[in-house]
């Protein structure tokens, strides 16, 4: 079964950047949507970003003009590109496609 496997979380500052990548384990039908969702501490998952197949994007308006999904069928991944963070954007970030979930990796925008 394919498996979706986030990495590039960690500990930034405010103001920062990071990038975020999903990785499937085998071959992705590149006709999915592919999602990021997030859960912050204490709070319901919700949906950060989507791309379609064609490169439509939808974009939470919380992190509008600062995050960019972006994804590589070639590689079977998906990016989220995210800039000027603060300190609402900590949560445990993961990559969605049909019922496939990641496992999630922690962002933590602290000074």
């Known amino acids: 079964q394919v498996q979706l496997v986030e990495s590039g979380g960690g500990l930034v500052q405010p103001g920062g950047s990071l990038r975020l990548s999903c990785a499937a384990s085998?071959?992705?039908?590149?006709?999915?949507?592919m999602r990021w969702f997030r859960q912050p501490p204490g709070k319901q998952r919700e949906l950060v970003a989507l791309i379609t197949s064609g490169g439509s994007t939808y974009y939470a308006d919380s992190v509008k003009g600062r995050f960019t999904i972006s994804r590589d069928n070639a590689k079977n991944t998906v990016y989220l590109h995210m800039n000027s963070l603060n300190a609402e954007d900590t949560a445990v970030y993961y990559c969605?496609?049909?019922?496939?979930w990641g496992k999630g990796t922690l962002v933590t925008v602290s000074s």
């Open positions: 969605n496609i049909e019922t496939l």
């Open positions: 085998g071959r992705i039908n590149s006709l999915l949507v």
